[in-house]
């Protein structure tokens, strides 16, 4: 089992910044894929963003690219969300997950899930 737990959501004005992080706990974080994806209210969930285990690879969705910067630190077992220019239709709740199989922007890739952090941007 993997435990994770975001942070770092909140409540901000367009053009913002704010960072997530997500912890990993339980078994090792060696070789999970991390993700993060965003449910808003009535929608979906959406893929942000995900980046690999090795290299460190890194793809977004085209709506954040340029925006948002997917990180990991293996170390502390923590990935990391920043966000930039926050616009008021990133406003969702922010997951992350961990997953060892492939299709990285599938949600029904992922094994392990967060339970989210809001995020809110206002106008």
């Known amino acids: 089992q993997v435990q994770l737990v975001e942070s770092g959501g909140g409540l901000v004005q367009a053009g913002d910044s704010l960072r997530l992080s997500c912890a990993a706990s339980g078994r090792t974080f060696n070789g999970y894929t991390m993700g993060w994806f965003r449910q808003a209210l009535g929608q979906e969930r959406e893929f942000v963003a995900w980046?690999?285990?090795?290299?460190?690879?890194?793809y977004y969705a085209d709506s954040v690219k340029g925006r948002f910067t997917i990180s990991r630190d293996n170390a502390k077992n923590t990935v990391y969300l920043q966000m930039n220019s926050l616009k008021p239709e990133d406003t969702a709740v922010y997951s992350c997950?961990?997953?060892?199989?492939?299709?990285?922007?599938?949600?029904?890739?992922?094994?392990?899930w967060g339970q989210g952090t809001q995020v809110t941007v206002s106008s």
């Open positions: 997950a961990a997953t060892r199989n492939a299709g990285w922007t599938d949600p029904m890739t992922y094994d392990y």
């Open positions: 980046i690999s285990w090795i290299v460190g690879n890194t």
